[in-house]
């Protein structure tokens, strides 16, 4: 599991680094990764085009892997990656 937080701690760092979502959209990357970096950062809009809500997207990603992004965000936002991404209350 360390692997594959990593791997995508990397990935929405370098989602975030971009203005335009179909940059790294484009990337090979498994449907759930692309999930997981537009719940990160926030991008309704991402996933609405990848055709999920924000409910279907949890569904498909899981409880472990949720409790997972969540920790990452958290990890994410300290370290300063998510500057310019809206913050969602309620935690």
Do not use: C, F
């Not at 409880?63 to 209350?89: I, K």
């Amino acid at each position: 599991m360390a692997y594959r937080r990593n791997t995508l701690k990397h990935r929405v760092i370098a989602a975030s680094r971009v203005s335009d979502s179909e940059h790294w959209q484009a990337k090979d990357w498994p449907k759930t990764t692309h999930l997981a970096v537009a719940i990160i950062l926030n991008r309704q809009d991402v996933l609405a085009r990848l055709g999920y809500t924000i409910l279907e997207a949890v569904e498909r990603i899981g409880p472990p892997m949720m409790t997972m992004l969540v920790s990452l965000e958290a990890e994410l936002r300290s370290e300063g990656h998510l500057e310019g991404v809206a913050y969602r209350s309620g935690r």
